[in-house]
């Protein structure tokens, strides 16, 4: 069964540093997400991306925060200087045309230091 | 704006024993509805889901839910859980209209199940 994968499970970085956490949507789809949970909090949406652009994105996803689809396989969020509090696990989701529901991978639980 | 309540933040349950796990929503709009089970280490993943018709909905692994618009409410139950079915369990809704395509979550319940 496909499926969506992240890599890497874990990254722990240093306050200011930038990091990139990649995302393989399932093949045919055309929706992507991503969402974070901060330790003992509830998933928050991040932002939605669809057709090389972004469709919709939360306060939470400010100027520091990127997504790009690299090529036609990859998804990535981009953290330009990363603070203490970016420290989560971040789920990347994505969705097929004309369904509506969202397929999540295993997540990507970044520490920063 | 949609907003997501699970009450119980913790649910300990012998096996074999039924069980509920409670979501209210609140929406201006109207909503589909999803249960997610997330197991230790793993991603999320969709154990049934409203969109509409029959108000009692079937899933994965023997859990159902049942979408009550008058208590805005989306219930997770299931007759007899195992072991195995240890997991954080997630109620979240998406709007119909005007929301775009974004699921907004609950907080979440901890599901153990003892022998």
């Known amino acids: 069964e496909p499926e969506v994968t992240q890599t890497p499970s874990h990254q722990v970085t240093q306050m200011g540093q930038e990091v990139i956490l990649r995302c393989v949507p399932i093949s045919n789809h055309l929706y992507f997400y991503w969402y974070r949970q901060i330790l003992g909090q509830k998933v928050e949406f991040l932002v939605s991306?669809?057709?090389?652009?972004?469709?919709?994105k939360s306060e939470i996803f400010d100027d520091q925060f990127s997504v790009e689809r690299p090529d036609g396989s990859n998804f990535t969020l981009k953290i330009r200087s990363t603070k203490l509090e970016d420290s989560a696990m971040y789920f990347c989701?994505?969705?097929?045309?004309?369904?509506?529901?969202?397929?999540f991978g295993p997540g990507t639980r970044l520490t920063v230091l | 704006a949609q907003s997501v309540t699970q009450l119980d933040s913790q649910v300990p349950v012998f096996e074999e024993a039924p069980v509920e796990l409670r979501c209210n929503y609140s929406s201006s709009v109207s909503v589909y509805l999803f249960w997610y089970v997330q197991y230790p280490n793993q991603g999320l993943q969709l154990l049934l889901k409203y969109l509409s018709g029959s108000t009692l909905v079937k899933g994965i692994n023997g859990f159902e839910a049942e979408f009550n618009k008058s208590q805005t409410s989306f219930h997770l139950r299931k007759p007899s859980v195992h072991i195995s079915d240890t997991a954080e369990y997630f109620c979240?809704?998406?709007?119909?209209?005007?929301?775009?395509?974004?699921?907004?979550f609950g907080t979440g319940t901890q599901l153990k199940v003892e022998l």
């Open positions: 979240a809704v998406r709007a119909l209209t005007g929301g775009g395509n974004k699921l907004t």
């Open positions: 991306f669809y057709n090389n652009e972004i469709s919709e």
């Open positions: 989701a994505s969705r097929g045309l004309g369904t509506d529901t969202q397929y």
